[in-house]
């Protein structure tokens, strides 16, 4: 089947330690996003990449690093420096639409919490 | 100009009812507003889309209308189901070429039967 696959599903993390959120498309899309999910905040952008290689920085970078070494992959690492990592965050994909816009198609998120 | 406004951020109606979320926005560039729903603990999944060249698009109990010179756009559901109860969310995209969508804070839809 043919989708978005993010994983771990939940994640827990100590104070200091960077995580790594891993997220994998088979949907041959070029564009991939992160976003993060507060209540009553919506969606907000992290990081995008349009291409392998290339990435660039959302509404709310710090704190965040992301590698695009495959087109399939996009991996977000939740650095030390990020002071309120917890959160639920959702990966997504698309076509490179450009200015038509396009849909972005979600995986089902990973859950990620400081104890 | 970024941000989209959504209201309201919660919403409760009777089974068989209908339900309306307004969004408005500024940015006079965006023409592409897709409506998506989100089941709890899940991801968001896409439900309909319009395009800035159309006023209006319905798919059975679900429509959504656009008003470009007043920068807005709403979703209407009608006849309501218990099953429609989750958080909703507008976006805006196509102002620029990165792709990217720009999402309102959501509306918690509820639904009782």
């Known amino acids: 089947d043919g989708g978005i696959t993010q994983s771990p599903k939940y994640l827990f993390r100590k104070e200091g330690q960077n995580v790594t959120l891993s997220c994998e498309q088979n949907?041959?899309?070029?564009?991939m996003y992160w976003y993060r999910q507060d209540p009553g905040q919506g969606l907000r952008l992290i990081y995008y990449?349009?291409?392998?290689?290339?990435?660039q920085k959302g509404d709310i970078a710090e704190g965040y690093s992301v590698s695009r070494e495959k087109k399939e992959s996009f991996p977000l690492t939740v650095t030390s420096a990020q002071k309120n990592p917890t959160a639920f965050y959702l990966c997504?994909?698309?076509?490179?639409?450009?200015?038509?816009?396009?849909?972005?198609?979600f995986g089902q998120g990973t859950r990620l919490t400081v104890v | 100009g970024e941000n989209v406004e959504q209201h309201p951020s919660t919403l409760s109606v009777q089974e068989g009812d209908s339900a309306v979320i307004k969004c408005t926005y500024s940015d006079s560039a965006s023409n592409y507003f897709p409506w998506y729903k989100q089941e709890l603990g899940k991801g968001p999944q896409l439900i309909i889309d319009?395009?800035?060249?159309?006023g209006e698009k319905k798919d059975q109990r679900i429509a959504v209308t656009l008003n470009k010179t007043a920068k807005h756009f709403s979703l209407h559901i009608t006849e309501t189901q218990p099953e429609d109860s989750a958080v909703y969310f507008c976006a805006r995209g196509g102002s620029s070429n990165t792709g990217k969508l720009i999402f309102g804070q959501g509306t918690t839809l509820q639904v009782k039967p």
């Open positions: 997504a994909s698309s076509i490179l639409a450009g200015t038509n816009g396009a849909e972005a198609f």
């Open positions: 319009i395009r800035s060249n159309v």
């Open positions: 990449s349009q291409i392998v290689n290339d990435f």
């Open positions: 949907l041959n899309h070029d564009a």
